[in-house]
């Protein structure tokens, strides 16, 4: 080998590593704002507390969040003595009690179980029985509504059953979280319920198959066959509702619906864009909600004309204290725009939007992003949409469109009488109609 | 810039030599991308100068054109693709982020970042997207509510964040003022109705403080400030265990049912314990009602303090007979050195043979006044052993200050009680292990943790558990307390020393041990 290319190869070599050398260097000179160097100034900050640690001769005004937060959590990482500091869970307090500083609450920490709970119920679907738990003035637990076409009802479970045991073990003493996730369970697996049913003084027992159970939204019917009364009930506002409202009203206006009463008690909202599509279907024109931004910017949300699809009978909204957010937004559109009445108590009260964002480790944060207002400029929040007939909420659990106990019901077919020009009649009489 | 020789090996072994201007590292970094195990070093002039001067002109101007050649070629391709810069400045970030579980971004790879960035992105969100925009100075609020919820989640009452108001009760603590009731407040845990409760403890009354003139005792657990319950972290605590209770039949629903409406009531008219020892410590000039549970009485008892400033006098002595100095000591702060100093120049000068330190109801202080008293007082050095995090120890020695210059040598007795607490009991037992001094009185109070206080730059504070304090032959005490050797009930007394039987007893354990 002649001593020529001894000196070629490594030359060769050394001009391929400068070229890259020059091209590294691009990159770094290029580069601004590395996580690196964020990172790295902020680990030196302990040493910057120990500056702090002294008592200050002046008091500095501000105590900025994320330096004293990361200063405290790694001295306690080195020094605390009591135990090993978890950063996870200790990170995770820190945010909820930053959050809570605020005093808004709808701006909240979600940990990752809790994050993965709503999402499965934001796509409307999961594993169980399919029915809505509540708890008495006992400390009972009862059925408060079985979910249509769920699993519950149709092994006969009732609303109003007040639940004994499950899976022959008394539940007596638990939370109601305890007793949801001892009904839950893999899918296809069987659960027994035992049920104290008034006016029965001895339980029954319902074997009932866990199944995927859909949150259906929306559920309607002819209420009242002779006065062509129709009667829809809109659970929450999620991606299937509005799809489900479309049928609903396209099925009663088969049927030559001449009233319709819309109740939206015990809904507590869901998406701005459902409402505002929900909403385009009994306003004619104009916004149906008025979004304010932090920055003052008002960003009213217009009707949908697309959506004017069906007829318009006079109309009764149906609301209570559990009709919230959407909710509250259609509910307040139509009385703005007095396209129907609205019936039963004040409304929750909760005009603010969230934004949901997910964070690297799973969990996420809900923050309270905007404020709403209605067509007419009013804000509701923490005071609710006035009805404009009081009717106070029946005393007893109800069955879907049930008039006999449903006093609010009653209350609501009157007032939609009245608007189509017929004699209102008494309770009796109005569940003769219906059944 | 230096000249380097590499020494690049090739996989068969086939060594290279070559010389590069350039820094080391940099070439070492490259060297090591392209897999050829390198060393590289500075070049020294020798070798330099085999190398024909044409061949090292030829050299250097190839290596400088690439070196151009390959900056231009990157900044060409980042203009054309204005999106590859952006991704790539992701992918950095990512990887920066995963590096707790690889050690390529450095550092220290043992930490996990992913608690560090959850908190940042979420304070980031707050403040671009919250409805409310935060305004400047409001941000020590997100600050506060952070540091307080999250040493909350410790749940060690001794570990806890102050607000500057709370942290100003803290300082002036240590310049011996005193505001509100004038008492030092421990919490303690205790069971109580099969709960693991915080409770609210008397440690000591201040000599002069309304607490004291009130008759609050040294054990009192405090129940109730101006009627409302004192509550602990939990206040379900007992609830669950009721329900537990009924589950396992040990309780009907009945009585569950009328447990649980009380237990409601309890916990509706309730007050924090933090909150309820910030509100006897504050200063105020309304009556404060206190129900307290005292050790040996059933009923609760029931006391009213009028809240007033209490100064405390930190250091007095005296002399009881021409051989017997006496000194007490009531509060462990700055003043407190110099005071006992003071007091061992003058007992040295009126040839005084031997020293009582009386540490009744002195609630401790600050450890670094602990050590100069024991400085002062002992010629054994050995103050504590302290156990630290992480299984870490420290041996701590007591300080001679200048005050002193020697300490004293001749024998000591220490007086305590059940008051003596925290940095006290540390001293008591540095002087009875160290110099063989009688303890005499009763059982100490059992509180050797070690707090640190960080002040922070805005007036507020954190306090923390840091450590425990070890008798210096590695005796723990902590809610056992000291057992003196001369066992003696060692009332709360404002008597002066001369007509008191305890003291009197002490002089005598003096006599004793010397005999």
Same mark, same amino acid.
């Given at each position: ?69 990361? +200063? ?5 990482? +080195? ?49 169980g029985i399919?029915a809505?738990l ?6 009972q637990v009862y059925i ?8 519950a009802?149709?092994?006969?479970v009732?609303?109003?059953d007040i639940i004994l045991r499950v899976d022959n073990k008394p539940i007596a003493g638990l939370?109601i979280d305890q007793v949801v996730k001892k009904i839950r369970g893999?899918?296809?697996t069987k659960v027994r319920l035992t049920l104290l ?6 339980p029954?027992e319902i074997y009932i198959?866990r ?73 004619? +024109? ?44 259609? +509910? ?104 | ?235 379900? !605590? ?9 589950k ?262 003096? !006599?004793?041990?010397?005999?």
């Open positions: 080998m002649s001593k020529r290319i001894l000196y070629i190869l490594p030359v060769l070599l050394l001009v391929a590593m400068a070229f890259f050398v020059g091209f590294v260097a691009q990159d770094v000179s290029a580069s601004h704002g590395d996580p690196r160097e964020l990172i790295a100034s902020i680990r030196l900050l302990p040493s910057r507390m120990e500056l702090l640690s002294g008592v200050p001769e002046k008091p500095q005004a501000e105590l900025p969040v994320l330096e004293t937060y990361h +200063s405290v959590l790694d001295r306690l990482q +080195s020094e605390y003595y009591g135990g090993k500091v978890n950063d996870r869970e200790m990170t995770y307090d820190a945010i909820r009690g930053m959050l809570a500083s605020l005093n808004d609450p709808y701006t909240r920490f979600l940990d990752p179980t809790s994050y993965k709970q709503m999402r499965e119920e934001n796509e409307g679907n999961f594993v399919g809505q509540d708890v008495n003035t006992k400390q408060k509504e079985p979910l249509p076409d769920s699993p009802i149709l092994a006969g009732k609303a109003g939370d893999a899918e296809g049913r008034a006016p029965k003084q001895t029954v198959v199944r995927v159970v859909e949150f259906r939204m929306v559920r309607s019917k002819m209420l009242d066959k002779t006065n062509k009364i129709g009667y829809v009930r809109l659970y929450g506002f999620n991606e299937h509702s509005d799809g489900q409202m479309d049928d609903a009203l396209t099925e009663l206006d088969r049927q030559k619906m001449k009233g319709l009463i819309l109740d939206l008690r015990q809904n507590p909202g869901g998406l701005l864009p459902v409402a505002i599509d929900i909403g385009s279907r009994f306003v004619e +024109s104009g916004p149906i909600v008025i979004i304010q931004e932090r920055d003052g910017r008002r960003d009213p949300l217009n009707v949908d004309d697309s959506k004017h699809n069906h007829k318009k009978p006079p109309l009764v909204v149906l609301v209570d204290r559990s009709s919230a957010s959407a909710s509250e937004i259609v +509910s307040g559109a139509i009385q703005d725009n007095k396209t129907g009445t609205l019936v039963g108590t004040r409304t929750f009260g909760k005009a603010r939007v969230q934004t949901v964002t997910a964070l690297v480790d799973g969990s996420a944060i809900a923050i309270t992003t905007a404020k709403y207002l209605t067509p007419k400029g009013r804000d509701i929040n923490k005071v609710g949409v006035q009805p404009d007939v009081q009717a106070d909420s029946p005393k007893t659990a109800v069955e879907f469109g049930d008039p006999k106990v449903d006093t609010q019901l009653v209350k609501a077919m009157n007032v939609l009488k009245g608007k189509m020009g017929l004699p209102s009649s008494q309770p009796a009489v109005a569940s003769g109609g219906s059944r | 810039m230096w000249y380097n020789a590499i020494e690049a090996k090739a996989r068969g072994g086939f060594r290279l030599i070559f010389m590069c201007p350039g820094f080391p590292d940099a070439v070492e970094i490259i060297a090591s991308g392209i897999r050829a195990s390198v060393r590289v070093r500075q070049a020294s002039p020798k070798e330099w100068f085999k190398l024909r001067i044409k061949e090292q002109l030829v050299i250097t101007v190839l290596v400088v054109a690439a070196m151009v050649a390959g900056f231009a070629a990157r900044s060409h391709v980042n203009a054309r693709d204005p999106e590859a810069r952006v991704l790539r400045e992701d992918t950095r970030q990512l990887s920066a982020y995963a590096s707790n579980t690889s050690s390529d971004a450095g550092g220290r790879s043992d930490v996990d970042l992913r608690p560090l960035e959850v908190f940042y992105s979420a304070l980031q969100h707050v403040r671009e997207d919250y409805v409310e925009p935060i305004q400047k100075n409001q941000e020590h609020e997100l600050t506060y509510g952070a540091l307080r919820a999250m040493l909350d989640s410790l749940r060690d009452p001794q570990t806890r964040f102050l607000e500057p108001k709370e942290a100003a009760i803290v300082e002036a603590a240590g310049h011996g003022k005193f505001n509100g009731i004038g008492a030092a407040l421990w919490v303690s845990r205790a069971k109580v109705s099969g709960a693991n409760e915080e409770q609210v403890v008397v440690e000591t009354t201040l000599p002069g403080s309304p607490a004291r003139k009130a008759g609050l005792l040294t054990g009192d657990v405090i129940t109730t400030v101006d009627g409302k319950n004192v509550l602990p972290y939990n206040p379900f !605590a007992r609830v669950e265990n009721m329900i537990k209770a009924t396992n039949g040990q309780l009907t629903q009945d009585k569950l049912q009328k447990m649980l409406e009380s237990e409601n009531e309890r916990i509706k008219n309730g007050i924090g314990f933090q909150k309820a020892i910030d509100q006897m410590t504050t200063a105020g000039d309304k009556e404060i009602a206190l129900t307290v549970s005292r050790p040996g009485v059933k009923a609760p008892v029931k006391i009213k303090v009028q809240p007033a400033l209490t100064t405390v006098d930190p250091v007095s002595f005296a002399k009881i007979n021409p051989t017997v100095g006496y000194i007490r000591v009531n509060l462990l702060i700055d003043p407190t050195k110099t005071g006992v100093a003071d007091a061992v120049a003058e007992f040295r000068k009126d040839g005084v043979k031997s020293i009582v330190l009386d540490l009744r109801d002195c609630p401790g202080g600050s450890f670094d006044v602990a050590q100069t008293v024991a400085g002062s007082l002992m010629s054994d050095r050995r103050m504590s052993i302290l156990q630290m995090a992480h299984g870490k120890q420290r041996s701590l020695k007591a300080n001679v200050s200048e005050d002193v210059k020697t300490p004293w040598t001749g024998p000591v007795a220490v007086i305590v009680n059940k008051g003596t607490a925290g940095t006290a009991e540390v001293l008591a037992a540095a002087v009875r292990d160290g110099v063989n001094a009688q303890l005499v009185g009763s059982t100490t109070f059992g509180d050797n943790l070690q707090q640190t206080y960080v002040a922070l730059q805005d007036g507020s504070a954190v306090t923390m558990t840091t450590g425990k304090y070890l008798t210096p032959k590695g005796g723990d005490y902590q809610n056992k307390g000291l057992v003196p050797n001369v066992v003696i009930a060692a009332p709360t007394t404002d008597a002066p020393a001369a007509n008191d039987p305890v003291v009197a007893k002490a002089v005598q354990s003096l !006599a004793g041990n010397k005999g």
